[in-house]
């Protein structure tokens, strides 16, 4: 398996504009989870699904946040109007309840900078 | 609220220097104890799953162990491969996967 794929690798966007980040989870995977990684505040939990449907959504830090996924392969988080204070590093993982190790495997990321 | 600290921020160490890294946490029924490591510029990648106190697990040079408050990550006779951010995350309540992140510590390993 070729892993968490996120898109794009880096994103550079200015403030105002839209910006959307792709994942496809590991095959067979039943949970997918977004993070956001900062210096100041480390590893945060943004949403997640199970099933395709959202769990969880109290991370998402406010209205210009969104999240999708509409099947077992794709989930797309978006930020619309993007500010300079959103730059960080996001995250995916996905995982199978099934496993018993609740180990997620993470994407490489990526990172936005909005100027 | 579920908290996970961990310390030191950063460690430098001499290869074949032996350390402990520490992961103090505060999580409503604890469901595991998970460490994780983060190679720069890549995502974090899991090593192990702790369910209980007293509970060890393995992996070449590191053991993790786990008491009701804290966990170690014990690196024993490091290399400088073993360089990299390690994460400590508490799961707990009923919600499935939703782990709560510390703020990783920087480990150092010179030749």
């Known amino acids: 398996d070729a892993g968490v794929i996120q898109s794009p690798r880096h994103e550079v966007t200015e403030m105002g504009q839209e910006v959307t980040l792709r994942c496809k989870p590991i095959s067979g995977h039943d949970y997918l989870f977004w993070y956001r990684q900062t210096m100041m505040r480390g590893l945060e939990l943004l949403i997640y699904?199970?099933?395709?449907?959202?769990?969880?959504d109290s991370g998402m830090p406010e209205d210009r946040f969104s999240a999708k996924m509409p099947n077992a392969s794709f989930s797309t988080l978006k930020i619309q109007p993007s500010e300079p204070r959103d730059s960080a590093v996001y995250f995916c993982?996905?995982?199978?309840?099934?496993?018993?190790?609740?180990?997620?495997?993470f994407g490489s990321g990526t990172r936005l900078t909005v100027v | 609220e579920d908290q996970v600290t961990q310390s030191p921020e950063a460690l430098r160490l001499q290869e074949g220097e032996s350390s402990s890294l520490n992961c103090s946490y505060t999580?409503?029924?604890?469901?595991?104890l998970f460490w994780y490591r983060q190679d720069p510029g890549k995502g974090p990648e899991f090593l192990f799953t702790l369910y209980s106190a007293g509970e060890e697990k393995e992996k070449e040079r590191l053991k993790a162990t786990l008491t009701k408050k804290e966990s170690f990550l014990h690196i024993t006779a490091p290399k400088p491969e073993d360089s990299a951010t390690y994460l400590c995350?508490?799961?707990?309540?009923?919600?499935?996967?939703?782990?709560?992140f510390g703020q990783g510590t920087i480990l150092t390993v010179h030749p």
């Open positions: 699904f199970n099933n395709n449907v959202p769990i969880d």
């Open positions: 995350a508490g799961a707990g309540g009923t919600s499935y996967g939703k782990l709560t």
């Open positions: 993982a996905s995982s199978f309840s099934g496993a018993g190790n609740y180990g997620y495997t």
């Open positions: 999580v409503s029924g604890l469901r595991g």
